[in-house]
């Protein structure tokens, strides 16, 4: 079992910026790729941007290339995501996931989300 938990959401204004964190305990962090998703309401759950276990390799969805990105940092057991040039479209409940593998389908393992709205 992998215990996953975000913080960071909040209120930002249009243009602005947030740092979402997600801690991870119960197994070990280095093992897991990990993964974002976002859920805006009304509408499903989407996938924002993902991470290698070594951090070598990230991927993301187009609507967030070049404003978001994914980090890791091993030693603290906990996964990033940097949101930069914020719009109202980005507002949702953001979701951090593992899985043992950086391409799956259907992740493991998710946290218990985070609120993140922008006002216009």
């Known amino acids: 079992q992998v215990q996953l938990v975000e913080s960071g959401g909040g209120l930002a204004q249009a243009g602005g910026s947030l740092r979402l964190s997600c801690a991870a305990s119960?197994?070990?962090?280095?093992?897991?790729?990990m993964g974002w998703f976002r859920q805006a309401p009304g509408k499903e759950r989407e996938f924002v941007a993902a991470?290698?276990?070594?951090?070598?390799?990230?991927r993301y969805a187009d609507s967030v290339k070049g404003r978001f990105t994914i980090s890791r940092d091993n030693a603290k057991n906990t996964v990033y995501l940097q949101m930069n040039s914020l719009k109202p479209e980005d507002t949702a409940v953001y979701y951090c996931a593992a899985d043992s593998d950086y391409y799956s389908d259907a992740w493991s393992y998710w946290g218990q989300g985070t609120q993140v709205t922008v006002s216009s």
């Open positions: 991470i290698r276990r070594s951090g070598r390799s990230t």
């Open positions: 119960g197994r070990t962090f280095s093992s897991y790729a």
